[in-house]
């Protein structure tokens, strides 16, 4: 089985290692990765290969910043001479991102099967690219992976196919359990200068919060109040420090605690010691929810309804200053040992059992 595995920016990273990781184990397993190149500066994307023990990618797209538009069209453009030249029986793409999709589309022109590792999840917000993503990346996918039973449920009312789904687990719980205790090690949280359990940690990068400068103003607020109470840790994405900068914002967080963007490990050790993360990021409400810290999402849906039903998230649809600083406020300090179906650490290894008898079956 010839495997062909996409990665385009940093939640991705975290999916696949898992995947890549299991397969390597199995005899007649060929297995490539491509990076497009769609998170390109090192803090973002580069340090994540070595932490994560992702061999380095057999071919960089290096297809960079752009329109969504841009990027999904650069991205097809430049992975299908990448599928001529490897020619896969299979191409694993993981995520919602637009190289997820872009890669999905050449593939399935191409008439190569589609695996679909985090396939299901909805907002129901067609307002966000990454649902866009989600829902045509599994119309084209042969082979769907989810993560929770919504999902499940999700693809079925979508009509897809009962046999092209599969509920196998979370990979990138996979990874977090993987380095947990690499990332306990480096006592991250001391470093910084907070004790554990006693700081907020805040991660934030989506447009409908950080492009709006009032949406942006508000949450900046909200942030300076809780750091009069609290100490609070704000890993600051590129996007939002552009932003920030941009609308004159920076200096309205007072004294919330702005650093350069951090390495997974760092950033696991960091979410793991923390008393309370306020984000915007899908993979981070999962993370909490694994590690039972309160987690507060400043969005008005989630993909990962899972992690409120079960975890430890909680959604804060109106995104006001004082919205949120009710939100942290009913947050509160109490960790919960509960983790959904399958979050258990070997979601990678039941994708490579399927693969492998999906490959003898198929003669590959």
């Not at 196919?161 to 306990?184: C, K, Q, S, Y």
């Not at 919330?256 to 793991?272: H, Q, S, W």
Request: with cysteine; net charge negative.
């Amino acid at each position: 089985m010839r495997v062909l595995h996409v990665v385009g920016a940093r939640p991705n990273f975290m999916k696949v290692a898992p995947v890549m990781a299991a397969l390597a184990g199995r005899e007649d397993v060929e297995q490539w990765l491509v990076h497009t190149g769609q998170h390109y500066d090192r803090a973002m994307s580069g340090d994540f290969f070595v932490e994560l023990g992702l061999p380095d990618p057999d071919v960089n797209l290096g297809v960079g910043s752009g329109t969504h538009a841009e990027q999904t069209a650069d991205v097809m453009r430049l992975f299908d001479p990448a599928m001529c030249e490897w020619a896969p029986d299979l191409v694993i793409v993981v995520g919602d991102v637009n190289s997820t999709l872009a890669c999905a589309l050449v593939a399935a022109k191409r008439h190569v099967p589609v695996a679909h590792v985090e396939a299901g999840l909805r907002s129901g917000d067609r307002r966000m690219p990454e649902e866009i993503n989600r829902v045509l990346t599994d119309q084209i996918s042969d082979l769907l992976f989810t993560t929770s039973r919504d999902a499940g449920k999700n693809l079925a009312r979508e009509g897809v196919p009962a046999e092209r789904v599969h509920f196998v687990g979370n990979t990138m719980i996979d990874t977090l359990a993987l380095h947990l205790e690499a990332a306990r090690a480096l006592g991250a949280a001391q470093r910084h200068g907070v004790e554990p359990g006693t700081f907020a940690l805040v991660t934030l990068h989506r447009p409908s919060n950080v492009d709006d400068p009032h949406q942006l103003a508000e949450i900046f607020g909200a942030l300076r109040t809780l750091a009069e109470e609290r100490a609070v840790l704000f890993p600051m994405h590129p996007r939002t420090r552009q932003s920030a900068e941009r609308h004159g914002l920076v200096e309205d967080l007072g004294g919330v605690a702005v650093l350069e963007p951090v390495g997974y490990l760092e950033m696991v050790g960091l979410t793991d010691a923390a008393g309370l993360v306020l984000t915007d990021s899908g993979g981070v409400q999962e993370e909490t929810t694994y590690l039972g810290v309160p987690c507060v999402t400043l969005r008005s849906t989630t993909e990962r309804p899972v992690t409120i039903t079960q975890g430890t998230n909680r959604l804060v649809p109106r995104r006001t200053k004082a919205e949120i600083l009710n939100a942290c406020a009913d947050a509160g300090a109490v960790r919960t040992a509960e983790r959904p179906e399958l979050w258990d650490g070997r979601a990678a290894e039941r994708i490579a059992d399927f693969l492998t008898s999906w490959a003898e079956a198929r003669g590959s």
